[in-house]
């Protein structure tokens, strides 16, 4: 028997999510413009998958599609979507359905019966801390935390947080912080060799990081809403 032309395997990526609150095609244009014109070294051409959990309504899922490729981003699917009727229709307009697996079914919302969790505005921000080296390809996203690396993180890596980035091991991928637009965050390097750094939107690429800070710990930081960067003491 002759061996198969092919062979099918599971697997797994790390892909960036776009969560849309409005279905009108050129304002979702407008707004990815905007996001992809801040970074567009990685974010030009990217793969994206849309949710539309919080999308209420019938949209045009034939020109959203074409609006989000209009702004440089390839749909590879959509998540988040509970309604049978919207379903068929993103299935008519040859969308892939995703399943975004375990940790979107335990975010589901609580009976209405349960009551709310109490939430202590003093208690201390939750921090992701990885230890592993951070190898090419791979993506690490803190939400609504810090995010710490102790070991080294290759090119081709990519770092984001909602909140602070720490690295304490050579630092030559991407590092994006205050992902959510908190313009406080800040990103801790000993040994800094990025190809992008980023806080809130605002960033460098590895040519624009003055060369006298190449290859040394530094702490970047926005003021008037400009990248700063100093020796870390």
Request: charged share 15%.
């Amino acid at each position: 028997m002759s061996q198969s032309p092919i062979e099918l395997k599971g697997s797994s990526f790390t892909l960036s999510v776009v969560h849309l609150y409005n279905s009108e095609p050129e304002v979702i244009r407008q707004a990815l413009l905007e996001k992809v014109e801040q970074a567009p070294a990685f974010l030009k051409n990217a793969p994206v998958v849309i949710n539309v959990a919080t999308l209420n309504g019938d949209a045009n899922w034939k020109e959203l599609q074409q609006a989000v490729a209009a702004a440089g981003l390839r749909v590879v699917g959509i998540s988040g979507c509970r309604d049978e009727r919207q379903k068929r229709a993103i299935a008519r307009a040859g969308l892939p359905l995703l399943n975004e697996g375990k940790g979107q079914k335990m975010a589901a919302p609580e009976a209405a019966s349960a009551p709310a969790p109490v939430v202590d505005p003093n208690a201390p921000a939750k921090t992701r801390i990885i230890s592993a080296p951070v190898r090419s390809g791979q993506q690490i996203y803190a939400r609504n935390s810090d995010l710490i690396v102790t070991s080294s993180v290759s090119a081709g890596a990519e770092l984001i947080a909602d909140g602070n980035i720490h690295v304490y091991g050579m630092m030559r991928g991407r590092a994006l912080a205050g992902a959510s637009g908190d313009t406080q965050c800040q990103i801790f390097c000993t040994h800094l060799g990025a190809e992008l750094v980023s806080i809130a939107g605002q960033y460098w690429l590895s040519d624009q990081i003055p060369s006298d800070y190449v290859g040394q710990a530094v702490r970047l930081s926005l003021l008037d809403n400009a990248l700063t960067i100093q020796p870390l003491n």
